[in-house]
């Protein structure tokens, strides 16, 4: 059984910090893509940021770039995502996913942890 646990979230002024953590468990993520990904109330689920297992492709969204940092601990299967600067529409309900690497569709889902940036 796959699970992709999240913590890390909750309430920070702006211009303050977060680090979001995705514990993986239930198979081998070596051939995965990790990604997180946000929905804020009312709006559509948005990609935030992917790495690789190897950590050589990273990609960011044009909204967090030179602010959000994804990183990845292969020893504890676990993907980070450290935001910085941030503002109250960061404000969202963040999700980890994975997908098998070469595949576009992300198939497992975290159950999400709330960020709230406060102005």
């Known amino acids: 059984q796959v699970q992709l646990v999240e913590s890390g979230g909750g309430l920070v002024q702006a211009g303050g910090s977060l680090r979001l953590s995705c514990a993986a468990s239930?198979?081998?993520?070596?051939?995965?893509?990790m990604g997180w990904f946000r929905q804020a109330p009312g709006k559509e689920r948005e990609f935030v940021a992917s790495i690789n297992w190897s950590g050589r492709n990273i990609a960011y969204a044009d909204s967090v770039k030179g602010r959000f940092t994804i990183s990845r601990d292969s020893a504890k299967i676990t993907v980070y995502l450290q935001m910085n600067s941030l503002k109250p529409e960061d404000t969202a309900v963040y999700y980890c996913a994975g997908r098998l690497s070469g595949y576009t569709d992300y198939n497992y889902w975290g159950q999400g942890t709330q960020v709230t940036v406060s102005s």
């Open positions: 239930g198979r081998t993520f070596s051939s995965y893509v």
